[in-house]
């Protein structure tokens, strides 16, 4: 049974061993870091700023006599992507949404206990728990153990917030998919969502495509049916690590998606008629999600950014840090693709040999150049692993 020791992680990162815990310690440890960094958040400027103090103690308060309540807010993106957001970035705006979605996020679990004032609130703030959110009024808003107030009006939280008929509170703004996994309807709170890095993309904006959320949940049922028939373990480290899935539009020719790496928790899918389009798009965000949380504990390669290489999959140069994301999720992939050939799929098999084959020179680049530290070191020999697995589907 795989798992965090030492500093370093056992060899089943990419595909994990039967009965694996690597993911879970993973994704645990880059909660504990995110609840350490929560803590330790310094005020930033202005009246956001004083108010994050101010409630910096009643925090401390909950994390002694609630750490699981708090642990389970945290782990929320809507939460933990803000705290990494924060991160040595001095930003009253996003110190405020957090202060507002946390303190929402808590009274709803009914562990808030003092009344927390934010001064300059955003004007929607999500809950994930309750998969409502909240518009209030203009001006300073306040959140306390049993409801909100501002602009003179106000409303019940815990267990009663979203089931009341209010102008300022939005119903359904997720959709479940499966276990823990829901679709995002109507609001994305990741600041760096518009930013991109990819060449055929301009952001990740949510976006349904105009199409029915009954088709995005069927489409991504799909896909995880096949993950779940053909690499169950994986399909479980699902239920572990991720939480959302944000909807950046449809597209019957091609498929898009994206990661962030603030963004633990959350992938970023377009919608595609194939099953198996949205099956290999969710392993392989989902497995830049890994890595995401593995970089909670430190960096994978001495030479991660600097010089470029040519991507197997990529139409521009990338650092190895990108090759190395390449190979880590598209490695996954070929092993769902053999099992379904295996399985009696025939028509995947021109498309198991492309993948094999940028997988190879993937590795490869890795293999020559890369320079892994003592955290990427054993992923690394995994990654060389199991491209030798694949030869024969490359060389054929």
């Given at each position: 049974?795989a798992?965090i020791?030492?500093?370093?992680?056992?060899?089943d990162?990419?595909?994990?061993?039967?009965?694996?815990?690597?993911a879970?310690?993973?994704f645990?440890?880059?909660l504990?870091?995110?609840?350490?960094d929560?803590?330790?958040?310094?005020?930033?400027?202005?009246?956001?700023?004083?108010?994050?103090g101010?409630?910096?103690?009643e925090?401390?308060?909950?994390?002694?006599?609630?750490?699981?309540?708090l642990?389970s807010?945290?782990?929320?993106?809507?939460?933990?992507?803000?705290?990494?957001?924060?991160?040595?970035r001095?930003?009253?705006?996003?110190?405020?949404?957090l202060?507002?979605?946390?303190?929402?996020?808590?009274a709803?679990?009914?562990?808030l206990?003092?009344?927390?004032?934010?001064?300059?609130?955003?004007?929607?703030?999500?809950?994930?728990e309750?998969?409502?959110a909240?518009?209030?009024?203009?001006g300073?808003?306040?959140?306390?153990?049993?409801?909100?107030?501002?602009?003179?009006?106000?409303?019940?939280l815990?267990?009663e917030?979203?089931?009341?008929?209010?102008?300022?509170?939005t119903?359904?703004?997720?959709e479940?998919?499966?276990?823990?996994?829901?679709?995002?309807?109507?609001?994305?709170?990741?600041?760096?969502?518009?930013?991109?890095?990819h060449?055929?993309?301009?952001?990740?904006?949510?976006?349904?495509?105009?199409?029915?959320?009954?088709?995005?949940?069927?489409?991504?049922?799909?896909?995880?049916?096949?993950?779940e028939?053909?690499?169950?373990?994986?399909?479980?480290?699902l239920?572990v690590g991720l939480?959302?899935?944000?909807p950046v539009?449809?597209d019957?020719?091609r498929?898009?998606?994206?990661?962030?790496?603030?963004?633990?928790?959350?992938?970023?899918?377009s919608?595609?008629?194939?099953?198996?389009?949205?099956a290999?798009?969710?392993?392989?965000?989902?497995?830049?999600?890994?890595?995401?949380?593995?970089l909670?504990?430190?960096?994978?390669?001495?030479?991660?950014?600097?010089?470029?290489?040519?991507?197997?999959?990529?139409?521009?140069p990338?650092?190895?840090?990108?090759?190395?994301?390449?190979?880590?999720?598209?490695?996954?992939v070929a092993?769902?693709?053999?099992?379904?050939?295996?399985?009696?799929?025939?028509?995947?098999?021109?498309?198991?040999?492309q993948?094999?084959?940028?997988n190879?020179?993937?590795?490869e680049?890795?293999?020559?150049?890369?320079?892994?530290?003592?955290?990427?070191?054993?992923l690394?020999?995994?990654?060389?692993?199991?491209?030798?697995?694949f030869?024969?589907?490359?060389?054929?």
């Open positions: 049974m798992r020791v030492g500093g370093g992680v056992l060899a990162l990419t595909l994990p061993a039967p009965g694996s815990e690597t879970r310690g993973l645990s440890a880059a504990r870091r995110a609840l350490t929560l803590l330790r958040l310094p005020p930033g400027p202005g009246p956001n700023g004083a108010a994050w101010r409630f910096v103690p925090l401390r308060r909950i994390a002694g006599r609630a750490p699981g309540a642990a807010a945290v782990r929320r993106p809507t939460i933990g992507t803000l705290i990494r957001c924060l991160r040595g001095p930003d009253p705006a996003l110190q405020g949404e202060l507002a979605t946390l303190a929402l996020e808590l709803v679990a009914g562990v206990e003092d009344r927390i004032q934010v001064p300059q609130p955003p004007r929607e703030l999500l809950c994930l309750a998969r409502c909240l518009r209030p009024p203009p300073p808003l306040t959140i306390g153990p049993r409801g909100w107030q501002a602009g003179g009006v106000g409303g019940p815990g267990e917030f979203g089931t009341c008929p209010s102008e300022h509170v119903r359904d703004m997720y479940s998919v499966a276990g823990p996994i829901v679709l995002a309807l109507r609001r994305d709170n990741n600041p760096l969502a518009e930013l991109e890095a060449p055929d993309k301009s952001g990740s904006g949510l976006d349904l495509g105009g199409q029915p959320v009954a088709a995005w949940l069927a489409g991504l049922r799909a896909g995880l049916g096949l993950v028939a053909h690499l169950p373990g994986l399909r479980a480290e239920d939480s959302l899935v944000v539009g449809h019957r020719e498929h898009l998606s994206a990661s962030y790496q603030e963004a633990i928790g959350t992938v970023y899918l919608l595609h008629p194939s099953a198996l389009t949205l290999e798009a969710l392993i392989h965000e989902f497995s830049h999600n890994k890595l995401h949380a593995l909670e504990q430190g960096p994978i390669l001495e030479n991660a950014w600097s010089p470029l290489y040519a991507s197997p999959v990529r139409p521009d990338r650092p190895l840090h990108g090759v190395l994301l390449a190979a880590h999720a598209f490695l996954p092993a769902m693709l053999e099992s379904m050939l295996s399985a009696g799929t025939t028509e995947v098999e021109g498309r198991l040999r993948v094999a084959r940028g190879h020179e993937a590795v680049t890795l293999r020559q150049h890369a320079r892994p530290t003592a955290i990427g070191a054993p690394l020999a995994e990654l060389m692993r199991l491209d030798d697995r030869r024969r589907f490359r060389e054929g």
